[in-house]
């Protein structure tokens, strides 16, 4: 997989070229996996940053920047008002579904705890803490929460989340002299920190028993 991603990374075409085709797909792909968790958004954010880390191009990072935030704002608000749906409606919704499927018991009831505690705020620490958006995103649906406040709370969020996630990347990308090492770091970094809280309630469960 290394070898596959240092040949992808040495053979890019030029910057111009990986802007008119990174830019968009960036974009389509994070708001897709804020809709549908099949994609590593946080992995491909990291990787875009790296990238641009090594560009000449004076605003490449700040276009990341705004490029992924405003991707990871579209897809909640989006899923946000797919779940509403659902919740209005007496049968549900295949959206609210989802979205139920994915948190825990325990998870919505922590969310549902620190949403009552600090409101719409708790939003941007879902959005840092890997696994825990959909779990808040589910306690604001029950809660009632009105799509504009959603929105207010989701701001900060999105752009807290797309500058640590792009922060990685710079790390990686300044540590390794070249592109290709920089993406491979910051995608193994991305990943270990989004199977860690997973690892670790295994272990807790484990212990507990």
């Known amino acids: 997989m290394i070898h596959a991603i240092q040949g992808a990374v040495r053979e890019l075409p030029t910057e111009a070229t990986q802007q008119a085709v990174g830019y968009p797909s960036l974009f389509l792909l ?18 875009a940053a790296v990238v641009a880390f090594h560009q000449t191009a004076p605003f490449a990072l700040l276009v990341v920047f705004v490029v992924a935030s ?31 499927d994915r948190a825990a018991p325990e998870r919505l009831a922590q969310a549902q705890q620190k949403l009552q505690e600090h409101g719409a705020m708790v939003l941007v620490l879902s959005r840092l803490v890997p696994a825990g958006r959909i779990p808040v995103m589910l306690a604001c649906l029950l809660g009632r929460m009105p799509l504009r406040r959603f929105a207010r709370g989701d701001v900060p969020a999105c752009l807290a ?49």
Do not use: M
């Not at 994070?30 to 990787?47: Q, W």
């Not at 797309?162 to 290709?180: C, D, K, N, R, V």
């Open 161 to 209: 989340w797309a500058a640590t996630y792009q922060l990685i990347g710079i790390l990686g990308g300044s540590l390794f002299p070249e592109p290709w090492q920089g993406v491979v770091a910051a995608v193994g970094l991305t990943l270990l920190i989004s199977a860690a809280p997973a690892v670790w309630r295994r272990l807790r469960t484990r212990l507990g028993h």
């Open 30 to 47: 994070v708001a897709l996996g804020s809709l549908v968790p099949v994609v590593p958004t946080g992995a491909l954010v990291s990787s």
């Open 70 to 100: 405003a991707a990871a704002f579209l897809g909640d608000i989006c899923l946000y008002w797919l779940g509403k749906r659902g919740v209005r409606s007496k049968n549900g919704s295949k959206w609210l579904r989802a979205i139920s």
